[in-house]
């Protein structure tokens, strides 16, 4: 039994993993850590669905390397390290070491990062290493350093249920920080009289049980927060004492609020909201003293993300609503070491400790601390830039760690094409297949989830250990390791680590050094943490920072009214409103809106793998209104291409008026390993904010078209399928299933030997069981194979998007043996049994699917998520699926007696 | 002998309920039949015409069986209306200046959305909502609009306000009166109403009264209100209610009311005995029905008087309707029984609201309390059918009458109890089905509830009485194996 922490969100929970026993080695037991202050012991789907992404399928378990033409071969770790470090070498010695890059991640524990973040800035002197956290709070950075002078979370998740409203800014808490949501969710039962409200242009599954949805326009919250301070300033809504003594800069920003804030109805306008709901969301606003804004991407993501963070944070600080329980500006991280990568100078804007790369007082402490030969003198590339550089060959050596940018960053294609023209390229991912390894020069293969050890910082400055309870497989190594070694072989000192608890010592050491110095003063310090051994870090417990002393910890910031420029002073920034930079137009009239889904993870790299969380969406989609959609000539759950100035995309569409008109909304999950064509990336504006650099991804002018299709399938098969070239059709989707993989296809023009094609495809040329329909009147072909009664592959394919229900042939793929009446089935294409069809799954968990649900409400006339819990046990575990469970709950209210 | 010629002038609801009937009995054979429609497309489903948003085409809205007119031989000629009727020569002028003889007319020509004498009421982008046509002006005019209002709040214009709301709008609704639905609930159940429309997403300003509408500074117009207050908006829709169309039988000399509409007596005959005159354009009593079923009531009654010209004492007359409601606003059930207001001396209520499930109910019960008068049931109306039951049918309310608005397992009273109903209770209001026309098809052997909607039409329409009539067919099913059983 191990306690460790969560690899997913930045909630950070702490989980046990148990690993089988003798008789059962592989079940790996996944439960909630009970004493964690994160989730006291629950987890989300994704969370709970951790032990289906541990094995070993697909996995890179040796160095590869790729020769010019492309040819990937196994090497050994000294191979690969070497030409690494010689071709690193030779591109600094004749291009400076600005030519040499690294992109790292929120993945990466705090130790790893430190590594690497020692390297670039100590060593080769460039600070050219930025992480994929640029893409999701690097606003949020940038506007805590603008307010209090340093990047700080000052509060915690107990003062969201201490609170008495919560403003949930950009944030689909419910989906994508669960335990956080059902926390809030908790407090609100207790509690009835607290108030929630959400701003978000979507209705989202958070907006279920708000009191109140303010659907803003996309971009549109500095005005939100401008005219809510104005409207504070006019009902005399201020902490007099705490601006005066406390702060700076409210007069200006006051005077910028005004500009443009000064009226309710230009404000209503700008927001899209009426005058009527703004004016009660301010007086709520204003009459509650315990409030916490909780923001998230819908904030960050934006070319004016850092001030729509000031602009929140202004209204606390005007207020004096910060630093005691239940209150203040809270930024919930996306990813489990965001905060962590921060704590040890991971973006290229930083130094390391908190410390600042413009400060040559700071450049200056930190060169001593390492006793480098160098330190970066100024800030160096961030994300989109950093790709720019790579693209025009100004940076000619690339180290990627632990994410995905051919998928997940703006232009994305542009960023695949500067990864071809690279010198060196260098992968560490536990997998050879994702987009960005398959660009890899080198890849190294590296320790993933319950394999690596160390520790990483949650969105409420928790730091808790991730653990190795697996052993390491093949050859795979922790990163730490992996840059200790180029670092040698580049003949640097100082990377003599052999134990991650080294490096966190070194980094705890340096958060403490010179604290107290004048100017050098920061709350990051954990010192107390210094000095711990093998075994005192093993047995470190949550805790969070600042902690000076061992056994002293800080749940809150800010209790002493002390911040941290150099005044001691917080600041209230003036923050004049921007729309997005990219404006639609007639030609792209759409705003695409990008976002995560509930059962997905980032690139579905690991997720993607767990049939569990496969189910819930299994295939790429775009979200529009349906009024939309009718302009657009386009039809609901038909395929469509969403295009920008930048690329395109195909997908599904998906009507709902929850999206609002002239808006779209695209889960941001899919590669192409996964579909034809659904890197939503590839369309995002590479438009960043000029302060923080993060990108818009929320905002990007596109349009939407019908995607023609002749014929749809759907395949199933136990091994991975192959599509040729000019033999691919035009979309195909391959979602991971209990022991299969099914294929959604969809093709253009007339499939001419349905038979054959299915049997190259499926590669069973003799099978001892093959039934088939050939093409019947309708022009349906249907064909399964079996072998002993188990199915082993099926084809369904139709000129119509009928297709057999898939809840039904996953649960015959679950069989070991399928009945006579399946059989029939089989050849029917549907299932004799009408109740086989349990249709979509809601519940994860429990695999419960939408048909099941909505049985069960009508039949013991359910009201409650309580009772469908009771009766199916959907929404019983983690929970997530709550939301969706009261709107099919709505949904069986309103047909009966329609 | 030279066949009669039969003109309809109208080919809304109503005006296609008298075809139906018209050949259901028949009489299509008798007479040379031209059915005038000023409108492009043949009678459709107004009732659902905001689904016309959600996807729903036109023709899914047809209530038109296919080739209908081919089929029986009728004659219809679309956009085009009548211009003038000559009541002496009996014929007809259309608007295409075509002239048409007739011995028989109808008109149904329905009635036209009012738009209150408002300054600025004719900018463009303010719009009514009574049409396809409507439908469509709306949507094109919705496609670049953010905000939308209604004026008026009422039953349509709550349809309206979904309409909006359908295609994205930032909705508002403005009414007159301090509450929705003035004229169907109380102000008990309209703040119910209101609190559960606005949870919706659409903006409720009640007691407004709009002075003016001219240019926004935000959005396309602004609404100026007698209070001082405004709203602005870029669409506006006004649902003020509605106006007989009767100008045709105005001019033509047929007697209309002091408010307009056309009088006809209890067999649907305006002042000229060749003419009829049925659903929203005629005044029957006093008074004009704005719901569609007790237009098809005249509907029946007007073509029954046709059938039975001979003996009019053997046709069926209309002698008024109730005006009780039940429907589905934006999925919030709404209904309306008889007297709401308790506005019959002496009436007694009974209120049961329930502020967490958001449902109120109310009874109105006659001064001795044995007598139901009315009612309103606003977020659950499941009691509507018995309610509706037990007061057309003029039954003893229980000794507790409270027991009908209860919460099952709170001392609810038991369903209606069916069996006390007399024969000529009228279970299916949309299709106008009585008991004893279901008893009759039940002894005939349709014996479930698929053959009994199949052979009567009931529960075909709103199905709001498909419990009842399930009821029906339980108890008479139990009855029918006691009958087995003894003859065994």
Not at chain 1, 769 to 785: F, K
Request: with cysteine.
């Amino acid at each position: 039994m191990t306690c460790t922490t969560c690899p997913y969100c930045g909630v950070g929970c702490g989980v046990i993993a148990t690993p089988g026993d003798e008789s059962a080695p592989n079940r790996l037991r996944i439960e909630g850590d009970p004493d964690h202050p994160a989730n006291q012991g629950r987890l989300c789907v994704k969370g709970a669905a951790l032990a289906e992404t541990v094995g070993l399928e697909g996995r890179l378990l040796r160095p590869l390397m790729r020769d010019d033409d492309g040819q990937a071969q196994t090497v050994s770790w000294d191979r690969a390290l070497d030409r690494v470090a010689t071709d690193m070498r030779r591109i600094i010695d004749q291009h400076g070491p600005e030519a040499v890059a690294f992109y790292v991640s929120g993945q990466l524990l705090t130790e790893d990062y430190y590594v690497v973040n020692k390297l670039v800035k100590g060593w080769l002197g460039t600070a050219n290493i930025d992480t994929n956290s640029r893409l999701c709070m690097s606003s949020a950075v940038a506007g805590h350093k603008r307010a209090f002078g340093e990047d700080l979370v000052g509060g915690n998740y107990q003062d969201l249920e201490e609170a008495d409203l919560v403003v949930l800014v950009g944030s689909n808490t419910a989906w994508c920080h669960p335990i956080v949501y059902q926390r809030l969710m908790q407090s609100r039962r207790e509690r009835p009289e607290k108030r929630i409200v959400v701003v978000d242009p979507r209705r989202t599954a958070t907006c279920e049980q708000a009191d109140m949805h303010l659907p803003v326009k996309a971009g549109s919250d500095v005005w939100l927060f401008n005219g809510l301070l104005t409207y504070l300033e006019e009902h005399g809504v201020v902490d007099t004492g705490f601006v005066a003594n406390h702060t700076g800069g409210a007069a200006e920003a006051l005077a910028v609020a005004r500009a443009d804030g000064g009226r309710l109805e230009a404000v209503a306008k700008a927001c899209g909201v009426p005058v009527a709901q703004l004016q009660a969301f301010y007086a709520l606003f204003a009459r509650t003293r315990k409030v916490v804004t909780v923001f998230s991407q819908g904030v960050n993501q934006s070319s004016s993300g850092t001030d729509k963070v000031n602009s929140i944070i202004n209204c606390h600080l005007f207020t004096g609503r910060l630093g005691e329980p239940g209150m203040g500006p809270f930024s919930i991280t996306g990813q489990p070491n965001a905060m962590g990568g921060r704590e040890v100078g991971g973006l290229a804007n930083t130094l390391a400790a908190h410390l600042e790369l413009d400060e040559p007082a700071h450049r200056q402490l930190v060169q001593e601390f390492w006793g480098s030969p160098s330190i970066a003198r100024e800030p160096g590339l961030k994300a989109v830039d950093l790709f720019d550089a790579v693209h025009d060959g100004r940076i000619k050596a690339l180290w990627v760690m632990a994410t995905n940018p051919v998928v997940s960053l703006p232009d994305a294609d542009r960023v695949r094409e500067a990864l071809r023209r690279c010198e060196l390229v260098v992968v560490s991912d536990l997998f050879a297949d994702t987009d960005t390894a398959a660009e890899a020069r080198v890849v190294l293969p590296a320790l993933g989830w319950g394999e690596k050890d160390g520790t990483v910082t949650n969105s409420e400055r928790c730091l808790s250990r991730q653990k190795a309870f697996l052993p390491s497989p093949g050859e795979a190594k922790p990163d730490w390791w992996a840059v200790s070694e180029v670092a040698r072989r580049l003949g640097f000192e100082g990377f003599g680590f052999e134990q991650p608890h080294q490096i966190f010592d070194e980094h705890a050491r340096l958060s403490a050094w010179r604290n107290d110095d004048d100017g050098m003063r920061r709350a990051f310090h954990i010192g107390g943490l210094a000095g711990l051994d093998a075994e005192g870090y093993d047995r470190l417990r949550p805790c969070q920072w600042p902690v000076p002393q061992a056994g002293e910890h800080t749940p809150r910031l800010f209790q002493d009214r002390r911040f941290f420029h150099g005044d001691g002073k917080a600041r209230l920034v003036p923050t004049a409103p921007r729309a997005p930079v990219n404006a639609v137009d007639d030609e792209f009239p759409l705003v695409l809106n990008t976002g995560r889904i509930r059962d997905q993870w980032h690139t579905m790299t690991r997720t993607g793998r767990a049939p569990r969380l496969a189910s819930h969406l299994p295939e790429p989609f775009v979200e529009m209104h349906p009024y939309e959609a009718m302009l657009c000539g386009v039809q609901d759950g038909a395929l469509v291409r969403v295009a920008s100035r930048w690329g395109a995309m195909v997908a599904r569409l998906r009507c709902t008026a929850d999206q609002p008109r002239r808006t779209v909304f695209v889960p941001i999950h899919w590669n192409d390993q996964r579909a034809s064509d659904a890197r939503v990336g590839a369309l995002v504006n590479p438009v960043v904010d000029p302060l923080s650099g993060e990108p818009e991804f929320k905002h990007t002018p596109v349009m939407v078209s019908p995607f023609p299709v002749d014929w749809h399938g759907v395949v199933y098969s136990r091994s991975p399928l192959q599509f040729e070239g000019s033999e691919a059709p035009a979309y195909w989707v391959c979602i991971q299933g209990d022991g299969f993989l099914r294929y959604e296809l969809a093709g253009r023009g007339r499939l001419e030997e349905p038979h054959q094609w299915s049997r190259s495809l499926l590669g069973f040329e003799q099978q001892p069981q093959w039934l088939e329909v050939g093409e019947d009147s309708a022009g349906d072909y249907r064909a399964a194979a079996l072998a002993e009664g188990r199915l082993l592959a099926c084809a369904y394919l139709s000129p119509r998007a009928e297709l057999p229900s898939r809840s039904w042939l996953n649960r015959l793929f679950g069989k070991e043996r399928v009945s006579e009446a399946d059989v029939v089935g089989l050849k029917l294409g549907r299932s004799v049994d009408p109740a086989d069809d349990v249709g979509a799954t809601v519940c994860s968990c429990f695999s419960v699917g939408r048909n099941t649900i909505l049985d069960a409400i009508r039949d013991n006339g359910l009201t409650s998520v309580e009772g469908v819990g009771r009766c199916v046990s959907a929404g019983t575990n983690c929970g997530s699926c709550q939301p969706e469970i009261r709107a099919l709950i709505e949904e069986a209210r309103l047909a009966e007696g329609a | 002998m030279k066949q009669e010629r039969l003109v309809v002038i109208g080919n809304g609801m109503v005006g296609q309920k008298y075809l139906d009937h018209l050949v259901a009995d028949r009489l299509h054979h008798r007479y040379q039949v031209t059915v005038l429609c000023a409108e492009p497309r043949p009678a459709y489903d107004r009732v659902h015409l905001s689904e016309f948003f959600t996807g729903r085409s036109s023709e899914d809205l047809s209530l038109v069986p296919e080739r209908f007119f081919e089929r029986h031989g009728l004659e219809l000629r679309l956009s085009e209306g009548a211009d003038s009727i000559d009541l002496e020569n009996k014929t007809i002028r259309t608007a295409k200046g075509a002239t048409l003889d007739y011995d028989k007319l109808v008109l149904a020509t329905g009635s036209y959305p009012f738009v209150p004498p408002v300054p600025g009421r004719g900018r463009p982008s303010c719009l009514v909502y009574r049409t396809i046509e409507d439908l469509e002006a709306i949507m094109a005019s919705g496609r670049d609009a953010e905000v939308g209002v209604v004026i008026g709040g009422g039953l349509l214009g709550l349809e309206a306000a979904k309409a909006l709301r359908d295609i994205g709008l930032q909705t508002h609704v403005v009414e007159f009166a301090p509450r929705l639905m003035a004229v169907q609930v109380d102000d008990g159940g309209g703040a119910l109403l209101r609190r559960k429309i606005e949870q919706l997403g659409v903006f409720v300003h009640t007691g407004m009264n709009t002075t003016e509408i001219i240019d926004g500074e935000f959005y396309r117009h602004r609404l100026n209100f007698t209070d001082g207050e405004h709203l602005e908006a870029d669409l506006v829709v006004f649902s003020a209610g509605i106006r007989p169309q009767d100008t045709l039988a105005r001019d033509a000399g047929l007697a209309v009311g002091e408010r307009g509409g056309i009088v006809i007596d209890n067999h649907c005959r305006t002042s000229d005995p060749d003419v009829y005159a049925i659903g929203e354009c005629a005044l029957w009593g006093g008074r004009i029905y704005g719901l569609v079923a007790p237009g098809y009531e005249m509907a029946r009654a007007a073509v029954s008087h046709l059938r039975h010209r001979c003996d009019e004492t053997l046709a069926v007359p209309f002698t008024g309707a109730d005006m009780s409601t039940k429907l589905k606003l934006m999925g919030v059930d709404v209904a309306s029984l008889g007297d709401a207001h308790a506005s019959t001396p002496g009436a007694c209520c009974y209120r049961y609201e329930d502020e967490r499930k958001q449902i109120y109910k109310k009874l109105v019960v006659s001064e001795d309390g044995r007598r139901l008068l009315g009612g309103v049931l606003v977020g659950d109306a499941r009691e509507y059918n018995t309610l509706l039951q037990l007061m057309l049918n003029d039954m003893a309310l229980p000794e507790t009458p409270e027991q009908l608005i209860l919460p099952a397992g709170q001392g609810a009273a038991p369903a209606l109890d069916v069996t006390r109903l007399p024969d000529s209770a009228t279970l299916c209001q949309c299709q106008n089905v009585t008991k004893g026309a279901l008893c009759q098809a039940i002894a005939d052997g349709h014996c479930d509830l698929a053959a009994i909607k199949q052979c009567t039409g009931a529960a075909t329409g709103c199905g709001s009485c498909e419990p009842l009539v399930q009821t029906l067919l339980d108890t008479s099913g139990v009855a029918a194996d006691t009958l087995a059983e003894v003859a065994t």
